[in-house]
């Protein structure tokens, strides 16, 4: 994670989107034509996350494995599990 945030100056921008729901923290966040989209279980229990359509519908990059996708409609979380995609 730590490696994502010291070579992705937009995980340091200082505003964020909230796309939150009521188990899942969830934010793009902008710099310089760069977007990420983060999700994070906050439960100790698995979670299914509704992405938004407007996050669904472009082609991001999942940084944590390194493989290019489309985020899906509805995402299932592990307890505690995070991710974080760059848009391509």
């Known amino acids: 994670f730590m490696q994502i945030?010291?070579?992705?100056?937009?995980a340091r921008a200082q505003s964020l989107t909230d796309y939150s729901s009521n188990?899942?923290?969830a934010f793009t966040k902008e710099l310089n034509g760069t977007e990420l989209f983060v999700m994070v279980n906050c439960r100790n229990q698995q979670a299914i996350?509704?992405?938004?359509s407007n996050v669904t519908a472009v082609p991001w990059q999942n940084l944590l494995i390194n493989q290019p996708?489309?985020?899906p409609p509805s995402?299932?979380?592990?307890?505690?599990?995070?991710a974080i995609y760059k848009r391509l």
């Open 49 to 52: 996350y509704q992405a938004p």
């Open 5 to 10: 945030y010291s070579s992705e100056p937009a």
């Open 69 to 71: 996708g489309n985020i």
């Open 23 to 25: 188990d899942v923290l």
């Open 75 to 82: 995402v299932i979380l592990g307890p505690g599990e995070y």
